[in-house]
């Protein structure tokens, strides 16, 4: 593989790629704004100037001062060029620390900086900040502006989920070519030219197409915020841990950051993944983290309707225990979920198996569109798992459970996780049954019909996998803990199957994985 010198280092390149990809690629960061590895090149912002030292020269004319004749005497001085756009040639040499390259910088910063809002205490970019960042790496000085900055509207709402800020804005384009190259959809330009620069909407239109959020992630100074984030935390405050998304069969990789403090997630950001998602990430995906606090179980509870009440751990299991024996095997319906992990779902087949029945169906949410960028047209990040689970053959969904209900083909049902297509009017027949065990993490159209409804921890909580639509087994650990009492499914399940009298010969989740075909070590 071809190299070229990089401050003294040897970097190895591919063919067409440039001296910022190729220092990026092994971790090597060339100051830059308007650069993304997943975007086209603009080199607009000229933060990557670097030094080429090696070969023919370039130099630009310059006057400069001469003490001893008092006088401005002709000379030159190294033309500098953006790393972004340099293509990497072998046995080339460049410099991005040079004297003559930290003075480019430090006017870049300058300029940069000279009519921006001095409102760090309140912009939620601070902390993330690559003008705060740089100024401190590559500046250092005090501003020399002394007269009134140039001011620009604040506050500015572009759709649902993004608020503008022009007086922030560095104007890198970086938001205009995410909905060009990414979202494919112009919506985003920009209008007049230096100070008066700013970003704008395309006449009668919003940022609302389905990844208005990358707009605001690659936004490298405060410019753009989201709606959901705005004001809610500071990232100081976040740690962060990879998860992988729970919107759709594409599997998105993802940062979750979250306030240890208060054991809450405040946001996701997209993972880098080539093999995946990229460097992206659609808006239903970054806001499915709200599901983790919201309509949570925590308590057991037996009875329906008005009957319903918290019961204790222990006997909710015996409850569910009691219900589940008085079915005979071959009239019992176990349901998957497509929610949930593989491992869960493996229990809960390897518990059916115990149990004597063959009758497994699959709980999957619907009402979903996708599309040819990012979004996978199932809204179930697991179903290829939980098929895979059962042993990689078709199965069926709760609608045939329903009619095999009111055929009577079916007297009792035990259940994972709380997602369906079916609303809560569509279950009516399970409430006929005395005997339907849900074991959720939240609440739902399948646990509102059950008769011992037993909590499981969340996706954030648990160590895992998903298999997407490519066939890739992904797997994740917790980011939280769980709440005090709340064990993972495949925990709940094994507990289940004890109180039964069934040992289904796992007691860790290496030991159950033993049962899977996908290597899942291999994707951590």
Same mark, same amino acid.
């Given at each position: 593989?071809p ?5 003294g ?6 063919? !067409?790629e440039?001296v910022?990809?190729?220092a ?10 308007c ?13 990557c100037?670097?030094h ?5 020269q370039?130099?630009m ?5 001469d ?5 401005y005497?002709p000379?030159?001085?190294?033309k500098?060029q953006?790393?972004c756009q ?16 930290k ?12 009519n921006?809002?001095v ?9 993330e900040c690559k ?5 401190y ?5 005090l ?13 500015v709402?572009? !759709?649902?989920t ?9 104007m890198?384009?970086?938001c205009?070519?995410?909905? *060009?190259?990414? $979202? ?7 209008r ?11 006449p009668g ?12 992630h690659v ?30 069969a594409?599997?998105?990789?993802s940062?979750?950051?979250? *306030?240890p403090r ?5 946001r996701?950001?997209?993972? *880098?993944?080539?093999d ?8 239903d ?5 709200t599901?983790?606090?919201?309509d ?5 509870? $037996? ?5 319903r009440?918290?019961?204790l751990d ?7 225990a ?10 019992l319906?176990?349901v ?5 992990t593989?491992?869960?779902n493996? $229990?809960l ?6 149990l004597?029945? !063959?009758?497994l169906y ?5 009402g979903w ?21 059962a ?11 329903l009619?095999e ?11 994972? !996780? ?9 279950l009516?027949?399970?409430v ?14 399948l646990?509102?019909v ?6 499981v921890?969340?996706i954030y ?9 490519k066939g890739?087994a ?9 709440p005090?009492g ?5 925990k709940?399940?094994a ?5 039964l009298g069934?040992?289904?010969g796992?007691? *860790?989740l ?14 951590q």
């Amino acid at each position: 593989m071809p190299t070229f010198k990089l401050d003294g280092r040897e970097i190895s390149f591919e063919p !067409g790629e440039t001296v910022i990809q190729a220092a990026w690629r092994v971790g090597i960061e060339i100051p830059h704004y308007c650069w993304h590895p997943g975007l086209s090149v603009a080199a607009n912002c000229r933060m990557c100037l670097v030094h080429i030292t090696s070969g023919r020269q370039m130099a630009m004319p310059q006057l400069e001062w001469d003490d001893e004749t008092g006088e401005y005497v002709p000379t030159t001085k190294p033309k500098l060029q953006p790393a972004c756009q340099l293509a990497a040639e072998e046995n080339m040499e460049v410099s991005s620390t040079s004297d003559v390259v930290k003075e480019a910088q430090a006017s870049v910063q300058e300029f940069l900086l000279l009519n921006h809002p001095v409102d760090c205490p309140i912009c939620d970019q601070a902390g993330e900040c690559k003008l705060q960042d740089y100024y401190y790496s590559h500046q250092a000085t005090l501003k020399r502006k002394l007269t009134e900055p140039v001011h620009k509207p604040k506050g500015v709402r572009f !759709g649902p989920t993004i608020v503008y800020d022009a007086e922030r804005c560095i104007m890198c384009t970086r938001c205009i070519r995410v909905c *060009d190259e990414v $979202a494919k959809d112009h919506v985003l330009d920009m209008r007049e030219r230096g100070n008066e620069n700013e970003i704008i909407l395309a006449p009668g239109r919003e940022l609302d197409h389905r990844y208005t959020l990358m707009t605001e992630h690659v936004c490298p100074v405060g410019a753009l915020t989201s709606s959901d984030f705005r004001f809610k935390a500071r990232v100081w405050f976040l740690k962060s841990a990879p998860s992988v998304c729970t919107g759709c069969a594409t599997g998105c990789n993802s940062h979750a950051d979250y *306030d240890p403090r208060y054991g809450k997630v405040y946001r996701l950001r997209p993972r *880098d993944n080539p093999d995946v998602n990229k460097f992206w990430m659609c808006d239903d995906g970054m806001m499915t983290y709200t599901r983790h606090d919201t309509d949570r179980l925590l308590m057991p509870t $037996a009875g329906r309707g008005d009957e319903r009440e918290p019961v204790l751990d222990d006997e909710a299991f015996w409850l569910a225990a009691e219900q589940l024996r008085k079915v005979e095997g071959s009239k019992l319906a176990v349901v998957l979920s497509a929610q949930s992990t593989t491992e869960d779902n493996l $229990a809960l087949v390897t518990l059916a198996q115990a149990l004597g029945t !063959g009758h497994l169906y699959l709980a999957a949410l619907g009402g979903w569109e996708g599309d040819d960028i990012l979004r996978s047209d199932d809204n179930n990040p697991n179903r290829a798992g939980a098929i895979q689970a059962a042993g990689g053959g078709p199965l069926k969904t709760v609608a045939d459970l329903l009619d095999e209900v009111q055929a009577g083909v079916i007297q009792g049902v035990l259940a994972l !996780g709380w997602a369906t297509a079916e609303r809560l009017e569509e279950l009516a027949p399970l409430v006929a049954l005395d005997s339907v065990v849900s074991l959720t993490s939240h609440v739902g159209a399948l646990p509102a019909v059950a008769s011992v409804a037993i909590p499981v921890a969340d996706i954030y909580e648990i160590e895992g996998s998903f298999v997407n639509d490519k066939g890739m087994a992904q797997a994740f650990k917790p980011v939280l803990p769980a709440p005090v009492g709340v064990e993972p499914g495949w925990k709940a399940i094994a507990a289940l199957a004890s109180q039964l009298g069934h040992d289904l010969g796992f007691q *860790d989740l290496q030991a159950l994985r033993q049962g899977l075909t996908t290597d899942v070590e291999a994707a951590q």
